[in-house]
């Protein structure tokens, strides 16, 4: 196995991570935030028309949803090379994938988020067919969504875990991860639509930035403190201690992803408190113009949280490579990083539940 099989893993776990909260932010943001905030608009008598933006959701979620599907599957064939020792190319064509496929805990996942997907890619061909969502196809995308989101707790750390502490962990990071995706997937969409309102001249799109910014800001505000009670024990178990939270490269890692978490939350308090309620200040019969500058500066900031969010997806990919904290010497193959034998898989991957 080479060095840059090593190296690539984190990088396609990223990748994949990224897609895959995407694709949950699509659907959510259009159910939660979307879908109420035309409503809205047309209650207040306005013209605006919702089907570009939907059309742009549309083509986000098909997007997030090829890459979900290629990132998938390379993060399975270098994890399965990592766990082997052998190169991609005896991957491929030795054998080694089907025995993870069909044998450990990774390929079972894998398997499941690939159905998952397929169905999720069928509803994103119906929304497209149909030019608009109705809101049976919205609910049906985001629990498809979501789910292939939360498939991802059995190929993490917490996934090794069994007994009460497994259940407790396991739960903790299915809440997270939900989390994340309703809220940094949903930044996305809220940034586009933002964008959009800032260039429009019709009142009714002020009306649409005032709905979709209260809504997701109060939705955003439940996620945060979600993810921080969920990190909190997730930390707990993988961590342990102070000293194993500067002594080791995984609690370095998490010390980065909680400063890059803090200056996010920051920009987002930013918006919550001065922003937010100057655009919800404007009054509606006077257009958008008074208010474009606000509209624009909240746009700004809520597509700095994007970027922020996606390096902080960056070192959520690292940190599954490396070994937890509190248990240096505990490195099972389904986190797929250097402490695996190489001459290990095939007699670990017959154990259910590896």
Partial sequence: MSAGVEDALPFMRWLHFVAAVS????FSFQFFIGAPAWREAARAGSGVDPRTFAAQLRW???????????????????????????????????????????????????????????????VLLSWTCAKQSSRVSLTLGLVLASAQLLGLVWAGHAGAARGLRGAVEQTADAIHLLAAGIWLGGLVPLALLLGAAGRADDSGWLVV?????????????????????????????????????????????????????????AIAGVNRLRLIPRVSSFAVTAGVNPARRTIQALQRNTAIEVGLGFLILGVVGLLGTLPPAAHPHRHLSLTGTREESSTCLASRAIRPGW
């Avoid at 694709?23 to 699509?26: D, E, I, N, Q, S």
């Avoid at 082997?84 to 025995?99: D, I, M, R």
């Avoid at 997701?216 to 961590?239: E, K, Y």
Wanted: one cysteine or more.
């Fill in 23 to 26: 694709l949950v932010g699509v």
């Fill in 60 to 122: 986000i979620g098909v997007a997030a949803l090829g890459l979900t599907l290629f990132s998938a599957t390379g993060w399975l064939l270098l994890q399965a090379s990592v766990m082997s020792g052998e190169p991609l190319a005896a991957v491929l064509h030795g054998g080694v994938a089907a025995t993870v496929l069909r044998r450990t805990q990774v390929g079972h996942v894998w398997l499941g988020r690939i159905l998952l997907l397929t169905l999720l890619a069928l």
């Fill in 209 to 265: 930035a005032q709905t979709a910014s209260t809504r997701f800001s109060r939705l955003g505000l439940l996620c945060v403190l979600s993810l921080l009670a969920t990190g909190i024990v997730n930390s707990w178990f993988l961590v342990g201690d102070l000293g194993a939270l500067w002594g080791t490269d995984y609690g370095r890692c998490l010390l980065l992803k909680l400063a890059l978490l803090g200056v996010t939350l």
